[in-house]
């Protein structure tokens, strides 16, 4: 998006190896001045925990017991922001979702925060977390779900997250989002125009 739009992110990546993979992405895509990059973790505190190292995108959080694990240090998303309040922010930390949301209240009430979007696949359970749990914490901030149709740039409420396809939109402000759709350009993707 960061390329396509030429806005500025921050990219959050644990785990080494997948981080250095990001970086050489950023640089290939000549990135370097929108993509802001930090080799950490997020977590509800500052603090270090182990990664596994053997699973590739699925890398997640584990104990001290498992055998492919590096030691990486972890700050909560308010700590990582510094201040600053994203318009939009995607969380996908394999089942943590319930500590990087607890980690990030400073943002989460900050009405210049817009647009979360949420990877709920029951991948909590193996921390004892719930979709259910997140999810109502997500509603807690004012934030509705949604699903988003590209080809006719439409938002549509759902009644609960996305149990189809994992990602869902949560919006706390559906006038503004859908004010910057509409006023949006289009971008071609494939011979196809979004």
């Known amino acids: 998006m960061s390329g396509l739009k030429q806005t500025r992110s921050l990219a959050v990546e644990p785990v080494p190896q997948t981080y250095l993979k990001l970086k050489e992405h950023i640089t290939l895509n000549h990135l370097e001045e929108l993509v802001e990059t930090k080799n950490v973790g997020v977590s509800n505190i500052n603090d270090v925990l182990y990664f596994s190292m053997d699973r590739g995108t699925m890398d997640r959080i584990v104990d001290e017991t498992y055998k492919n694990k590096v030691s990486i240090p972890v700050e909560t998303i308010d700590f990582i922001l510094n201040g600053r309040v994203p318009l939009a922010l995607k969380i996908d930390v394999e089942g943590y979702e319930k500590y990087a949301l607890e980690g990030a209240h400073n943002m989460l009430n900050n009405p210049n925060f817009k647009v979360l979007i949420l990877e709920l696949n029951n991948s909590g359970r193996r921390y004892k977390i719930s979709d259910q749990e997140i ?60």
Do not use: C, M
């Not at 901030?141 to 997250?161: A, H, I, V, W």
């Open 135 to 194: 999810y109502n914490t997500v509603l807690k901030f004012g934030f509705k779900p949604y699903s988003y149709e590209p080809t006719n740039r439409n938002l549509k409420e759902l009644k609960t997250y996305n149990r189809h396809q994992f990602n869902t939109i949560f919006i706390r402000d559906l006038g503004f989002v859908e004010a910057r759709i509409e006023a949006s350009e289009s971008f071609k993707i494939n011979n196809s125009y979004f």
